[in-house]
């Protein structure tokens, strides 16, 4: 992992082209570094340079939630996330590109390899940042596919954890019923390190290897239509790879309900957010952007609470579904994205693929195993049960290694 002083001139060099960050103060960054040093203490993320998404309070930073309404907003105190990190060593570089509330309207962050694409979002500087080496560590988060899309899309490893289990105090709420904090990262075994730092455990090395083969379920989503073919293909033959490599791989194939997640999705998201955004609306409604306006804030803002309650309540029996689809399987193989990064900057791809792992609150890990036509990274998708993120990592770094 790259030192604060070398991430900084690395970042000197490209922010210009890529622009993933929103806050980034090198004095700032060194002073952190030096207090490190001086204090004596060692922790787990001794000296490595973190970017946190901002949507995230940074007590010595600005936390402006990708508007123009927050503008210079300081939070008096860490989010949770952020002090278990300092806690550990980390040293917080910055603020990361977020879209608007964390939502489709983009903010100004180009794909690190192709600065004519989109990175994703809405984590979009988190995952530029990454995939352009600026930093080896960011926090992003996930309310549809705010943390998989941009990992898949900027070549990275993305992190969406059990709902729940890393704590989201001092992040700004966009939708509390499927909203996690997501991990962006270079390898599976800085994933893991990082997850137990922040859910409070003195780290754990991964097993060497599975002690079984793992159990592999592929999966064409109700989704699966929207991937393009070489995507397609792509999964179909990483399938096939896993499965000579001993691997038990069988087809899974999820019940019919599930061809209904999307409006479900939509509509809790939607009514939770519009409320959520309340002030804003009241005080600053001519400063959203048209795209907010126009969608999820249309849709929240009419959706009944009727509405609301009953699509709560059918996620909720997706979820109980879920849990049967892991029966005989460890995890589920399916698309992180449509393929890859889509060309423009005035939205950031679709996140459908994201909607299963974030609607019924599995762990998710996207690995960067593909190319596509064009050269670029497209990831490919693992879930497991809920509570068996450690599961997750150790079968998501057998199929790293088995794919390369």
Known sequence: MCSSDLCLDHIAAREPQVEAWQFLDPDLVLKQARALDASGKVGPLQGVPVGIKDIIDTADMPTEYGTPIHKGHRPRIDAAVVALTRRAGGIIMGKTVTTEFANRHPGKTHHPMDHARTPGGSSSGSAAAVGDSMVPLAVGTQTTGSTIRPAAYCGCVGYRPTWGDIRCHGVMEASGSVDTVGLIARSVEDIALYR??????????????????????????????????????????LAATLAKADAKVTEVTLPDAFNQIEDA?????????????????????????ETLRNNRLK??????????????????????????????????????????APVGLNATGNASHCLIGTSTHVPCMTLPLFKGPNGLPVGAQLMAARNNDRLLFEVARWVFGSAA
């Open 265 to 289: 999705h939509r509509w809790v998201t939607s009514f939770e957010f519009a409320r959520n955004r309340t002030w804003e609306i009241n005080h600053h409604y001519e400063k959203i952007s």
């Open 196 to 237: 137990d730092v922040l859910i409070g455990m003195i780290p754990q090395p991964l097993a060497p290897k599975p002690i079984d083969p793992p159990r592999i379920g592929f999966c064409r989503t109700p989704f699966w239509s929207q991937c393009e073919p070489s995507t397609q293909q792509s999964l179909e033959a």
């Open 299 to 340: 849709d929240g803002l009419a959706c009944s609470f009727e509405k609301y309650r009953e699509s709560r309540a059918f996620l909720a029996r997706l979820r109980r579904m879920m849990h049967d689809v892991f029966r005989d399987i460890d995890v589920l193989l399916v698309p992180a994205a449509s393929g890859e």
